[in-house]
């Protein structure tokens, strides 16, 4: 009985001890999904992840790498002090006019899981981007022009007066 109570506990033990921490663990990102919008054809725009170390130890980001050639990326290269913020930015050349769905993956130290990130948005020709940015302005003209108009003026409101002839004011 000795036995088997202390086979039990070093198999609970050893569990225990190599448990392994998962990204949800250590790290909480503002959003895992970026949507870039309408990007103008070869005319790339950066956009930056931020992640908040969740854990009570520093949390360094081991590696962010996109998951091709067509995305550059960087990221805080620091330990980050529990509580604290750091970034993950990338950025995606825009070389062909469509719809893109990019994703980085990033590896934290002491996790074996990787974490997937992901931007998105629409590339426009040239020609596309500048009608539609100019549709765009218009609207926003329109809008901005029935905002700015006056409300009616409030009617004043006579006082009245009572059976007696004083004012109730």
């Known amino acids: 009985m000795k036995k088997l109570f202390f086979?039990?506990?070093?198999l609970t033990f050893s569990a225990m001890l190599f448990a392994q921490k998962t990204v949800a663990d250590v790290a909480k990102?503002?959003?895992?999904?970026?949507?870039q919008g309408y990007l103008k054809q070869n005319e790339p725009k950066e956009v930056k992840f931020v992640v908040t170390?969740?854990?009570k130890e520093p949390l360094i980001i081991e590696q962010a790498n996109p998951t091709c050639g067509c995305t550059m990326g960087d990221?805080?290269?620091?330990p980050i002090a529990?509580?604290?913020?750091?970034?993950?930015s990338a950025k995606f050349n825009a070389a062909n006019a469509g719809h893109f769905t990019k994703n980085l993956t990033v590896k934290f130290a002491g996790v074996d899981e990787m974490k997937s990130i992901t931007i998105t948005g629409d590339v426009l020709t040239a020609e596309e981007y500048d009608k539609?940015?100019?549709e765009n302005e218009a609207k926003k003209k329109t809008e901005a022009a029935t905002m700015s108009k006056p409300a009616p003026a409030a009617k004043p409101v006579a006082a009245s007066k009572s059976k007696t002839g004083k004012n109730n004011n």
């Open 75 to 78: 990221y805080t290269k620091s």
């Open 82 to 88: 529990p509580g604290a913020t750091g970034f993950i």
């Open 7 to 10: 086979s039990l506990t070093a």
């Open 53 to 55: 170390n969740i854990s």
């Open 29 to 35: 990102f503002e959003t895992e999904t970026i949507n």
């Open 132 to 134: 539609w940015a100019a």
